[in-house]
């Protein structure tokens, strides 16, 4: 890919993103565990895992979206829990991707990266608090990043499925 429009797409990604994660600050959330969201930026974050050549173009995705979120409408503790989670979460789909090629789909890669942003999150959390027992709260988000995992990850399977349809993308592999 041409650097310009590299950086074009790059940018895409973070604003797609970025829209993403203000839209699903307005819903409210459904689910019985308190801070518990669907994780519709991590859709981005997984196209971003797939269609680019170089992982770190992806990570770069993660950080301008979570900076970005922050300036919009966050605050220190929402930057520090973000980023705890998303480079957590980051490690664990690549390591997924790269460890488990052909035995693991675009879903399970998706739902290890919301479970590890779960306890990225959650150690966080433990060093704000100074205390590891917050970590016993780690099932119950598990069991919701499991399911929103899934989801996203089929979402993002849906798309890059019609992305193949453009010829630069057709080289993705799921």
Do not use: W
Not at 13 to 25: G, P, T
Not at 38 to 43: E, I, Y
Not at 109 to 119: E, I, K, L, R, W
Not at 149 to 160: D, M, P, R
Request: proline share 3%; hydrophobic share 50%; aromatic share 10%.
């Amino acid at each position: 890919m041409k650097k310009t429009s590299k950086m074009v797409y790059l940018a895409l990604l973070v604003a797609q993103a970025l829209v993403l994660h203000i839209f699903e600050s307005m819903i409210p959330v459904p689910f019985i565990t308190p801070g518990a969201k669907l994780g519709l930026s991590n859709l981005v974050t997984v196209i971003a895992l797939y269609t680019l050549d170089d992982y770190k173009d992806a990570f770069l995705v993660i950080l301008m979206r979570i900076t970005l979120a922050t300036m919009f409408g966050g605050n220190l503790s929402s930057f520090m829990y973000s980023i705890g989670g998303g480079v957590l979460s980051f490690a664990a789909m690549v390591i997924t991707k790269e460890l488990f090629k052909d035995k693991v789909s675009i879903i399970g890669v998706s739902s290890s990266g919301a479970v590890f942003h779960n306890v990225g999150q959650l150690l966080v959390a433990a060093a704000i608090v100074r205390n590891l027992g917050i970590t016993v709260y780690l099932p119950v988000l598990s069991i919701a990043g499991i399911g929103t995992g899934i989801f996203i990850g089929v979402s993002a399977n849906y798309l890059t499925k019609h992305l193949k349809k453009i010829p630069y993308f057709k080289k993705i592999k799921q």
